[in-house]
């Protein structure tokens, strides 16, 4: 038994390692910070309060999120020194990790891996779902890492029955969990699994005292920081109303406002399999499957795992292509198979495959700036915002969305956001930013577009500054006396 079988060649780890590398070099060059959308400076907030924490300044509170992501930023900080960019080292790093054990997974499972480094830098480092999500400030590759690190050790357990093996999975389960709260969903097939395997020797259920022990360490800073409301995550709306019948859903109405999809909830579950923003060649492979009856067995718990958390996803009122990073390394583990088949049924012909892959990859540069393009206008949009606002600082500002960015870029202000409650009363001279034709559609009726026609309809609106989108910065002056009704 050849327990190196599935060790990366030194070329391999250089490639694995460098190509992520050098893309976020150019996306930094570019003057991309990491930073996009409300997630992204919630996660920079915390982390610097953790770091502060710390430090010997004051509590960081609680937090509804998971708390691995920020935790490791303020740890790693004392490293780095930066906390925006520690966040960025922690997401390329977890792009670099996830596609060495994606490597190594495949290795372990099947015999026939000889195209194995073309299939993880094609379809995993140059995914343009992946490559965002290893570029931006946000815990779900991070999360996606831990999970390939433990059904990695989970699989090698299964095959060399070691100890250390199962050690780790515990481990990297519990970290991927404690980074993503759904990361649940798509390990507890495999924690059946490993459990059933335990049950069958009596002799080895000596290793669930190690493994919960490992679970307590690991929970701590979670029973900490969340001990008033240590259950609080499952009380999410999304899971409130979760149900079958969302399945065949594209439109919902919840606390995130009014979704339109172009596609029911069932179809959308299953994006990672064939969407071109994660795998360009997906169908293709899906097909040749069907058409050519391929007989190959897949791992049933990696199966399973992918399917449960598919369906999960289908049950949310809610769609967004982040959540399907999670199992994406499952689905890629399983297609496999088929395309190391249809690359040997053409092994005779190089310039074939030679240009074949070469089409591929420009395919996939193309996708990713594409899908890319939306993510460096937020962000610059943001920044142009930030410059803007700047001089009016140390006032009482009314927004919406835009004010969470405001607030990780250090500017002074008396924030009362317009989602979290209605407003009654205003004051001369406070300050408005908001885009109400951004938002009349999916906030029709809840919070923000109530509080805008209250201002607008009730008092005078001076603009001070007109920004990018259809951004505008007002200035209250008083309120409008009522009229009467004859006039």
């Known amino acids: 038994m050849n327990l190196n079988k599935n060790n990366i060649s030194p070329t391999s780890y250089l490639v694995l390692t460098l190509v992520p590398v050098l893309i976020f070099i150019c996306i930094r060059a570019l003057g991309f910070d990491g930073l996009y959308g409300q997630d992204s400076y919630e996660y920079l907030r915390y982390s610097k309060a953790l770091f502060n924490a710390f430090n010997g300044g004051e509590s960081a509170g609680d937090y509804f999120w998971p708390l691995y992501y920020p935790l490791f930023g303020a740890l790693a900080n004392y490293i780095f020194g930066n906390i925006l960019f520690t966040l960025n080292f922690i997401s390329l790093g977890a792009l670099i990790i996830s596609s060495i054990y994606l490597y190594k997974t495949i290795k372990l499972l099947y015999t026939n891996t000889n195209y194995t480094l073309h299939f993880i830098v094609l379809f995993f480092i140059f995914s343009p779902s992946v490559i965002i999500l290893g570029i931006v400030v946000m815990s779900d590759l991070l999360s996606a890492c831990f999970i390939i690190l433990s059904i990695y050790h989970a699989l090698k357990f299964n095959k060399y029955n070691s100890s250390k093996n199962l050690y780790f999975a515990a481990v990297f389960a519990i970290s991927a969990i404690m980074t993503r709260y759904a990361s649940f969903v798509v390990l507890l097939p495999f924690g ?15 290793h669930l005292i190690p493994i919960l022990i490992i ?17 609080g995550f499952l009380n999410h709306d999304w899971l409130q109303k979760w149900s079958p019948l969302n399945f065949f859903k594209s439109e919902f109405n919840t606390v995130d406002g009014i979704s339109h999809n172009k596609l029911p909830n069932i179809i959308y579950a299953f994006y990672n399999l064939f969407h071109p923003k994660f795998l360009v060649l997906g169908i293709g492979l899906i097909l040749a499957i069907i058409f050519k009856n391929l ?29 399907l990073v999670l199992n994406f390394g499952l689905a890629l583990v399983l297609l496999f198979p088929t395309f190391q088949y249809i690359i040997d049924k053409f092994s005779a012909h190089k310039t074939v495959i030679n240009s074949a892959f070469l089409l591929l990859i420009l395919t996939q540069i193309f996708l990713c700036l594409y899908l890319f393009r939306p993510f460096y206008e937020r962000n610059k949009f943001e920044k142009s915002i930030a410059t803007l606002m700047k001089p009016y600082q140390n006032k009482t500002l009314y927004s919406f969305d835009i004010d969470v960015a405001l607030k990780g870029r250090d500017l002074d202000f008396d924030y009362k956001n317009m989602w979290i409650e209605q407003y009654d009363k205003f004051n001369t001279n406070d300050l408005v930013l908001f885009n109400p034709e951004k938002f009349k559609s999916q ?3 809840k919070n923000p577009m109530l509080n805008w026609e209250n201002i607008k309809h009730n008092y005078k609106l001076k603009i001070l500054e007109e920004g990018l989108e259809g951004w505008k910065l007002y200035e209250i002056k008083r309120k409008i006396l009522a009229q009467n009704s004859g006039n």
């Open 192 to 206: 059946v699994f490993i459990l059933l395997k335990l049950l069958k020797t009596k002799r080895q259920l000596i």
């Open 215 to 231: 679970v307590g360490l690991l929970t701590v800073p979670h029973f900490y920081i969340r001990s008033e409301n240590v259950s």
């Open 295 to 323: 007989k190959f067995k897949p791992n049933k718990p990696l199966v399973i795992s992918y399917l449960l958390y598919s369906l999960f996803l289908a049950g949310i009122p809610f769609q967004n292509s982040r959540f």
């Open 443 to 445: 906030w029709k009726g």
